[in-house]
Nanobody, 117 residues
Framework: QVQLVESGGGLVQAGGSLRLFCVVS????????MAWYRQAPGKQRELVAR???????TYADSVKGRFTISRDYAKNTVSLQMNSLKPEDTAVYYC???????????WGQGTQVTVSS
C-alpha cells in the first residue's frame, strides 16, 4: 500500500516563499513518477510540477521560474519549493504518484496554500 502525506502549506504574503513536502510510504520515490497538483475552490485540479523517474521535470507555464520540484531519496520525499508566490497560487496542493505499467495513481490528502495580496 502506497501512502502520500503532504505538509508545509500555510499563509504567506505575495512575494514570499513556501516549501511543500510529500512523504511517501510503501514505495520508493526513485522508482516512481511524482507530481504536484493544485485545486482552487470551484476550479479543476491542475498539474503544477512533475518529475519522472529519470529526473526530467515539467512545470505549468504559470509557475516556471518560480517553483522547483525535487526528490530526496534518503528521506523518500518529494518537495516543491515555491518562490515569488502570487495570490493566484492560492489552492490546495496535492502530491501525486504513479509507477509506469504498475498499479494506480496515488494521491495525498492535500495541504492548503494561501497567498495574501
Amino acid at each position: 500500500q502506497v501512502q502520500l502525506v503532504e505538509s508545509g502549506g500555510g499563509l504567506v504574503q505575495a512575494g514570499g516563499s513556501l516549501r511543500l513536502f510529500c512523504v511517501v510510504s510503501g514505495s520508493m520515490v526513485r522508482y516512481r513518477n511524482m507530481a504536484w497538483y493544485r485545486q482552487a475552490p470551484g476550479k479543476q485540479r491542475e498539474l503544477v510540477a512533475r518529475i519522472i523517474i529519470s529526473g526530467t521535470t515539467t512545470y505549468a507555464d504559470s509557475v516556471k521560474g518560480r517553483f522547483t520540484i525535487s526528490r530526496d531519496y534518503a528521506k523518500n520525499t518529494v518537495s516543491l519549493q515555491m518562490n515569488s508566490l502570487k495570490p493566484e497560487d492560492t489552492a490546495v496542493y496535492y502530491c501525486n504518484s504513479d509507477r509506469p505499467g504498475s498499479g494506480p495513481d496515488y494521491w495525498g490528502q492535500g495541504t492548503q496554500v494561501t497567498v495574501s495580496s
